[in-house]
C-alpha cells in the first residue's frame, strides 16, 4: 500500500541555518505530495504541493521538488527563522473519488535564537 | 473565514463513556475526514466521507462510529471509551481534484 517515511526528529538548528527534511514515498500510480505544518497547540496547515513529477512547490520561503526517479519530496528551506519552529508533516493522497491523505511521522524542528 | 470547526476542543471522560466530537466546514467542500494524532505516529484516518451520504472506513476505525448529517458536519462517536483512544483528533474536508485538505484545530481527548 501507499506509505511516507520522513526523517526523524527532533532536528535543532540555529537561526538562518540551511533546513532540510527527507521525505520519500511509496505509491502505485501518480500522487500528490504535501507538506504541513503544525504548530504548538494549533491544527495542520498546508505549507506546499506538487502534484506531478518535476513539479516545484514553494510557500514562505519553503521549497520541495517531486523526484519521481528517486521517489522523494524533500523539504528545503535556506534560511530559518525561530518563527518556523514546528511539527513537519509529509504527506501523499492518490486522488480519485476519496482525495485521502497518508501521513509521514511527522518531524519536530525547533530553531535556537 | 471559520474554515473548518471542532467541538470541544478538550475533553476528559471516564472508561466506558460515551461522546461525540462535532466537526462542521464551511467551504462546501464533499469529502470529510477524521484523523486521530498519537506521538511518534502522525496522523492515521479513522474514517471518511467522500460525498454526502457516504461514509467509509480508514485505517483504524474500531471503537469509532460517524455520521455525515449533512454536506457541512461530519461527527466521530466513541460508544464505549477506552484508555487506548486517548489522542487529538482532528476533521478535515478537501474537495476532489485539488489535493490537500484543511483541518480544524483538534479535540484533545483524554480517557482515565
Known amino acids: 500500500g501507499n506509505s511516507v517515511t520522513q526523517m526523524e526528529g527532533p532536528v535543532t538548528l540555529s537561526e538562518e541555518a540551511f533546513l532540510t527534511i527527507n521525505c520519500t514515498y511509496t505509491a502505485t500510480g501518480y500522487p500528490s505530495l504535501f507538506w504541513y505544518v503544525q504548530y504548538p497547540g494549533e491544527g495542520l496547515q498546508l505549507l506546499l504541493k506538487?502534484?506531478?513529477?518535476?513539479d516545484k512547490g514553494s510557500n514562505k520561503g519553503f521549497e520541495a521538488t517531486y523526484r519521481k526517479e528517486t521517489t522523494s519530496f524533500h523539504l528545503e528551506k535556506g534560511s530559518v527563522q525561530v518563527s518556523d519552529s514546528a511539527v513537519y508533516f509529509c504527506a501523499l493522497s492518490d486522488g480519485g473519488a476519496t482525495n485521502k491523505l497518508i501521513f509521514g511521522t511527522g518531524t519536530l524542528l525547533a530553531v535556537q535564537p | 473565514n471559520a474554515g473548518v470547526t471542532q467541538t470541544p476542543k478538550f475533553q476528559v471522560l471516564k472508561t466506558g463513556q460515551s461522546m461525540t466530537l462535532q466537526c462542521a466546514q464551511d467551504m462546501n467542500h464533499n469529502s470529510m475526514y477524521w484523523y486521530r494524532q498519537d506521538p511518534g505516529m502522525g496522523l492515521r484516518l479513522i474514517y471518511y466521507?467522500?460525498?454526502?451520504?457516504?461514509?467509509d472506513k480508514g485505517e483504524v476505525p474500531n471503537g469509532y462510529n460517524v455520521s455525515r448529517l449533512n454536506k457541512r458536519e461530519f461527527s466521530l462517536r466513541l460508544e464505549s471509551a477506552a484508555p487506548s483512544q486517548t489522542s487529538v483528533y482532528f476533521c478535515a474536508s478537501s474537495e476532489i481534484g485539488t489535493g490537500g485538505a484543511f483541518f480544524g484545530q483538534g479535540t484533545r481527548l483524554t480517557v482515565v
Open positions: 466521507s467522500a460525498s454526502e451520504g457516504t461514509t
Open positions: 506538487a502534484t506531478k513529477a518535476d
